[in-house]
Structures are given as C-alpha cells and as structure tokens.
C-alpha cells in the first residue's frame, strides 16, 4: 500500500459524459501528478499539481482539467468522453523526489 | 524530445535463469532513474532509485541496476528470477537535481514472464 488513494476503481460511462476522479495523496506530500496508461500509448504524464497551483502540463487533452484543493486531495475532471479515453489514470504524489502511485481507476467508456 | 527506450517488449524466462532488462534515455542533463513494477492488475511499485553516487544501486525482492552515464543506459538485473517477478517493469526518468519535483517519463515497459 503506497498511501496514495484513488477512487473510484473502475468507472464505465457512455460516449460524451462527465467523470471525475478523485485522487488523496500520501500524508504530507504536496506534488500530485496524474498518468494515464493505455494499451498503445504506454504511461503518459498528464498534469501536476503543487500545494495547490499547477505546475506542469504534460500530453492532457483540452477536455480534461483538474484542480489540487486546500486538503491536498486532486480530483481529474474528464469531458466529452471518447472511446480513446478508455484507459487506467494513475495519480502519484511525492516526496524527496520518489514518486508513490495509487491503485488507479479504470475507466471505460462505451 | 525527452525518451526513454525499453529494447525487449516480452520477456520469457525459466525460474533460476538471470534478468537483465535494458534502459536507455534521451536526456544530455542531469536525471533521476528510476524502475518501477506492476503485478498484475496491482498499481506501480517502485523497485530502485539512481540519484547521485554509485551508479550500482540495490533495490528491493534482489533487483539492482546500473548507471552508465557514458552509454545513457540504467540496465535493471536479478541474478535468479523466480516465478513471483512475474509482472511489468517501467523504467523512468526526470530532470533535474536528487530531490526533483518533476514529472516522470516512462518507456513503454518489459513484461516478464517467469516459467515455473
């Protein structure tokens, strides 16, 4: 058990929905980044959060957003859902340049 | 671009044989490596770190790799693999100083496939 907490595990939601993910970090860690892993393009750095302000963009789509809240927590917002968004998100938080990942929430869109 | 190259796809082998898994990255600066596990359908483990130092680093369940900063490699080894490695290994890198809040890149990872 990393610490990281991440629900839900699994979400299946039809073409052009909303889902949020919700990711808790490890007690005192400020730095929250979220993965996306799928079958073709491998693990990919989505967007990282610092105490609360955004602090880098990776490869995440103009549909996606997410915010880091005063308790730490990070929810990843999800739009106009496409059968390619089909993957498992992984957030991950760190300390002393480690990174601990959370269990990941599968999602599924039909 | 910054990339990290994993050379076997599927690895296959018999219990007691000997692992060696390459990495290589695309980065001239400084960088943290890092081998990261995932059993099946468990989340990423992290196996080893290389920060600074001895490029030979020790990681958990018998793993190490090596640091070859000429060669822009991070190689993962076990002597002995046992039937419970079964899983795949992602090696990754950021920039920057021991201690970086950056994000990680991740090759495409190596399955494991350890035969009773």
């Known amino acids: 058990d990393s610490g990281v907490t991440q629900t839900p595990k699994h979400l299946i939601t039809a073409t052009g929905q909303r889902v949020t993910l919700r990711c808790s970090p490890r007690?005192?860690?400020?730095?929250v980044y979220w993965y996306q892993q799928s079958l073709d393009q491998g693990l990919q750095f989505l967007i990282q959060?610092?105490?609360?302000?955004?602090?880098a963009k990776g490869n995440i789509l103009e549909r996606f957003s997410a915010q880091q809240f005063p308790d730490l927590h990070s929810e990843l917002n999800l739009s106009s859902l496409e059968l390619g968004d089909s993957a498992l998100y992984f957030c991950?938080?760190?300390?002393?340049?480690?990174?601990?990942f959370g269990p990941g929430t599968r999602l599924t869109v039909t | 671009a910054q990339s990290v190259s994993q050379h076997n796809h599927h690895v296959i082998l018999s219990e007691a044989a000997s692992l060696e898994l390459g990495c290589n990255y695309s980065?001239?600066?400084?960088?943290?490596l890092f081998w990261y596990v995932q059993y099946p359908g468990q989340h990423l483990q992290l196996l080893l770190k290389y920060f600074s130092g001895d490029p030979l680093v020790k990681g958990i369940k018998g793993f190490e790799a090596e640091f070859i900063k000429s060669k822009f490699s991070f190689n993962l080894r076990k002597p002995s693999v046992q039937w419970s490695d079964t899983a795949e290994y992602f090696c990754a890198v950021n920039r920057g100083q021991r201690g970086s809040q950056g994000n990680l890149i991740f090759g495409k990872g190596t399955k494991l496939s350890v035969k009773p």
């Open positions: 007690s005192g860690d400020l730095s």
């Open positions: 991950a938080s760190s300390r002393g340049g480690e990174q601990y």
């Open positions: 959060y610092y105490n609360g302000e955004e602090r």
């Open positions: 980065y001239g600066g400084t960088v943290n």
